[in-house]
């Protein structure tokens, strides 16, 4: 593995929304946002195909869907759901969507992850690891060479937690990189149309992924931006067994 920081800044829910799909190239082209995962079924799905074929330098990934899910009063409650009831239904439903990436992109995904993480449980987790492994691509938590942080987020348990998602808090993740290639999640977008748990706080995201004090920080600290496909990875398909 190479001693340089590199660093994936990579926006989900790509296809979600029409502001989203907005807020993710303005974050592209404007700020450090390198990498994208893609909700193919959702209504704007199409148009962020056409916009990653207008924007080649960002790498297009699967966001695996599965539902998802809000918190009203400590309670969580889903919003839409997928059967993934069992390890046929997932895998019936990882490779629908699957077919759908590449008629919309016309190429695989350069990586692989989930809407709201629903791969780190089972059985979709075994499902993803097999999807990767086939595709020989990085499926988020479990590549090898790829360290995956997820603090940058504006909320905790449902409840907003602004401070997390400032260019100073972005820019203090920044400094605390380790040699190596990470990957920093994010949801940059404007709220328009967007029926989300998850609302207001993307055009937070937005603003920061674009502040000059997060492009300083990477200057300062020497980190070079990457993304999925130009990422120096050693062993690109290597998959980490997932803990008992």
């Given at each position: 593995m190479t001693a340089t920081r590199c660093l994936i800044v990579n926006a989900d829910d790509f296809g979600q929304t029409a502001g989203i799909n907005r807020g993710i190239v303005e974050a592209h082209e404007r700020g450090v946002v390198t990498s994208a995962s893609?909700?193919?079924?959702?209504?704007?799905?199409?148009?962020?195909?056409?916009?990653?074929?207008r924007y080649p330098a960002l790498s297009v990934g699967l966001h695996l869907d599965y539902g998802e899910w809000g918190r009203v009063r400590d309670t969580w409650y889903p919003i839409y759901e997928v059967d993934a009831r069992s390890a046929r239904a997932a895998r019936l439903a990882a490779r629908r969507q699957l077919d759908r990436f590449r008629e919309l992109m016309g190429?695989?995904?350069t990586h692989l992850d989930s809407h709201q993480h629903a791969h780190r449980e089972e059985p979709v987790r075994g499902v993803a690891l097999a999807l990767a492994s086939e595709l020989g691509v990085p499926l988020r938590h479990f590549a090898d060479g790829v360290l995956y942080r997820g603090s940058f987020y504006g909320q905790v348990n449902g409840e907003p937690r602004l401070d997390a998602i400032t260019p100073e808090a972005l820019a203090a993740s920044i400094a605390e990189l380790?040699?190596?290639?990470?990957?920093?999640?994010?949801?940059?977008?404007y709220p328009e149309g967007l029926y989300s748990s998850y609302r207001d706080e993307r055009g937070t995201e937005l603003r920061t992924l674009c502040s000059s004090v997060v492009r300083s920080a990477l200057n300062a600290y020497g980190v070079e931006l990457v993304s999925f496909e130009t990422a120096p990875l050693t062993a690109p398909t290597g998959l980490r067994k997932p803990r008992p």
């Open positions: 893609l909700l193919v079924f959702h209504p704007a799905a199409e148009e962020a195909a056409e916009l990653a074929r190429r695989d995904p380790q040699p190596g290639v990470t990957e920093i999640g994010c949801h940059p977008g």
